[in-house]
């Protein structure tokens, strides 16, 4: 009986870990591609984890699921934080579990609060706490014992990076002992393993990485911080058995910042998005006034304020494919320095499908690398230059999967729950987007102990 | 005996064990659902007549519909109803509009209740909890201790296996006592049904909305819904995937979880 292990990098970039291991710096991961194949992979629109990470829990496009970033309006224009209650679909952990086999699953963006499963699961970076993060209530000494933390704490690493650096390499070893420590004592068939710390370096380090822009430690820090998940990958690998497959993904790349990118100032002030009064902060959407058209929220999500869905919308049916195609006529000359802001605009029903298509982002913006399309209220200008300095990619994340069987398609992160549930010879669900990314050959699995690490 | 009346003759007896124990005890009720099905379970458990007063933490920014359900249901059910505000707070300001609302919910909530025990001495209080309303109270126990501070020491919990319940205070302690613990939000509407339990016309839909669960009226949003009888709402709730607090946009922890997102730069 098979068993697949997946370790989640969040947004490893693949290009990242191609320069990375000719390098040198990463000697594990790269032999550990001699077992298998490396690809790039596509995420989903929009670019973020929550939603990504969501594709991996369900096969599905966010149309399916409903969830389309990590903040979300209701139709009263009211804020709300989308969590695992709000993923109206199944997920692979509860299909598996209901195959009788067991899941254990660390982490993962958007599984909070954690759904009954047959086996662990703890919720992701936006769990309140670990103790309300976990299912089920008993394994939490364990977690306690191997030092597992949720996250780091973003405020304070926002205001140092020293607090970061620190903190969030306690969290990344909690994590490593953790596995650790379940892979032995629990039973399982599906083991997922969520990494948000290299996510984190990106948003808040990734100029680092080009070792002119450091003063040398900052640098050091990250290479040092890669080094150490590449051991991670020599561990695991050296305590693989014949029987799990390893899987390595991230669920998007990542790029420098140029510029972030302030959508909601420029709809503003192309006259689509009128306030009734001053906002307040730069989340106040209750000072939209009904004159308005549009708004945005990140990343380049744009929502046409139609009639009849949002509380006071003003546009009526019979105008809103107007309006919707002026405003992507007018993104396509959104120029910064002569250059393009947006590399693609999309009509919703263009890369999303689904009964939930109602309340997607009606426009959704893929930017050019360096655009960080924001979407504050009270912003003065539209170009801005912030604190974080790399931003999400929608083509570059990574994939490396175990076994010599040929890619045949470029793969999505939707895409992994069929082929897990192909490597565990499980039924794969009609209603999936996702396909099995190899095809299986007669003799798969292919016995890739053969090669060398 | 079938499920309603299992769950029923549980929570009376728990009703009846933390009366028996602590006489000095009150039962809180928000005017909601839950509290006031529990309030019709403490009146079964006492033939009608509570021995214990009825508590309402007023933070005096509930719906108008809930002010009037309770004074005519306290009257009718012959309560003795304590009001327990923060005045103090209410005095100088406070409100879900003065910037944070969750430092709203402890002044009005949290502190107001804290204010009401230290005058009126509580041993126990009875609230109308679910195990099944949200993460957190998966691991509560029937009786709960709670230090003076309000700290609840989840790690050090008496057991309350094969039914056997520690309820028995330390001195420093007083009790909460949940005896819907093991109810959902199915079970609720079913009983509700069937013994015709009162409860606010916020509960039943208008104008294609009803609240599925209600607080403060700034705080609490409808959902879409038209549900406009009991039979409806427990045809809805068979079939709903939201969750019952969603309309609760500012839960304690949306609030935290908003402060990390915009230190992260995704808001």
């Not at chain 1, 029987?243 to 689509?272: A, P, T």
């Not at chain 1, 209220?377 to 790399?390: H, Q």
């Amino acid at each position: 009986m098979k068993k697949v292990l997946v370790i989640g990098l969040d947004g490893f970039p693949y290009t990242l870990a191609v320069r990375l291991m000719e390098a040198g710096v990463m000697p594990n991961f790269k032999s550990r591609l001699e077992a298998g194949s490396f690809v790039q992979m596509d995420s989903i629109y929009p670019t973020v984890s929550n939603v990504a990470w969501t594709c991996y829990q369900t096969g599905k496009n966010p149309g399916k699921f409903g969830v389309y970033g990590f903040a979300e309006l209701t139709r009263d224009l009211e804020l709300y934080i989308p969590n695992s209650t709000n993923c109206r679909s199944k997920t692979i952990q509860e299909i598996i579990s209901e195959q009788g086999k067991r899941v254990i699953s660390l982490g993962v963006p958007g599984t909070y609060p954690p759904r009954p499963v047959d086996g662990i699961t703890v919720g992701g970076f936006l769990s309140p706490s670990l103790e309300k993060a976990v299912y089920p209530q008993s394994i939490l000494p364990d977690l306690e014992r191997t030092g597992y933390m949720i996250d780091i704490n973003p405020m304070k690493a926002r205001e140092s990076l020293d607090f970061f650096k620190a903190e969030n390499r306690k969290v990344f070893e909690g994590r490593v002992k953790t596995l650790f420590d379940l892979w032995d004592s629990e039973e399982w068939d599906l083991f997922t393993v969520h990494f948000m710390d290299t996510d984190r370096m990106g948003h808040f380090m990734f100029k680092f990485l080009d070792p002119e822009e450091s003063d040398g430690l900052n640098h050091d820090y990250y290479m040092n911080f890669l080094r150490r998940i590449d051991d991670f990958i020599g561990q695991v690998a050296q305590k693989l058995t014949e029987e799990i497959e390893l899987i390595i993904m991230s669920d998007h790349g990542f790029c420098r910042i140029r510029k972030e990118v302030q959508l909601n100032r420029w709809l503003q002030d192309r006259g689509y998005l009128v306030f009734s009064r001053p906002p307040a902060h730069d989340l106040d959407f209750e000072a939209i006034s009904p004159e308005s058209r549009a708004f945005s929220l990140v990343p380049g999500r744009i929502y046409i304020l139609k009639e009849n869905y949002w509380k006071n919308g003003g546009v009526k049916d019979q105008d809103y494919e107007r309006v919707r195609e002026k405003i992507m006529n007018d993104l396509k000359n959104l120029l910064e320095d002569g250059r393009s802001v947006c590399k693609q605009i999309f009509k919703k029903e263009e890369v999303l499908s689904g009964p939930y298509l109602d309340s997607a982002p009606d426009i959704i913006v893929d930017p050019n690398d360096g655009y960080d399309l924001k979407a504050g209220l009270k912003k003065d200008s539209i170009f801005e230059t912030g604190p974080l300095s790399g931003m999400h990619t929608y083509y570059d994340a990574m994939l490396y999967l175990p076994g010599d069987s040929p890619i045949t398609k470029r793969p999505v992160v939707y895409d992994l729950p069929a082929t897990i549930l192909d490597i565990l010879d499980l039924p794969i669900p009609d209603d999936f987007d996702g396909k099995p990314i190899f095809t299986l050959s007669p003799g798969y699995p292919p016995n890739s102990r053969n090669k060398p690490w | 005996m079938d499920k309603l009346s299992e769950l029923e003759s549980k929570s009376i007896y728990i009703i009846r064990e933390a009366y028996y124990q602590f006489k000095d005890i009150a039962v809180l009720w928000s005017i909601g659902k839950d509290s006031t099905t529990l309030m019709w379970l403490c009146r079964k458990a006492f033939f009608g007549t509570l021995p214990f007063p009825a508590m309402h933490i007023d933070t005096s920014y509930k719906f108008p519909q809930m002010y009037r359900f309770r004074d005519k249901y306290a009257k009718k059910w012959g309560l003795k109803l304590l009001i327990a505000r923060n005045e103090e707070a209410l005095a100088a300001g406070m409100g879900p509009d003065q910037g944070e609302k969750l430092a709203c919910c402890n002044a009005l909530k949290t502190d107001a209740l804290k204010q009401a025990i230290d005058r009126w001495h509580f041993k126990a209080l009875l609230l109308g909890i679910r195990r099944d309303e949200h993460g957190i109270r998966a691991k509560e126990r029937y009786f709960s201790p709670r230090d003076q501070s309000f700290k609840w020491d989840y790690e050090n919990q008496p057991p309350e296996l094969w039914d056997q319940y520690k309820s028995r205070a330390e001195d420093e302690e007083h009790i909460r006592v949940h005896p819907l613990l093991h109810w959902t939000e199915l079970d609720i509407w079913t009983y509700i049904k069937r013994e015709n339990i009162p409860i606010t016309e916020l509960y039943f839909a208008q104008d294609g909305k009803r609240y599925r669960s209600i607080g403060c009226a700034p705080c609490c949003a409808p959902v879409p819904s038209t549900a406009d009888t009991i039979d409806k709402v427990i045809e809805e709730l068979k079939t709903t995937t939201t969750s019952e607090r969603a309309g609760r946009a500012q839960d304690k922890e949306s609030v935290t979880t908003m402060q990390k997102l915009r230190a992260l730069g995704y808001m």
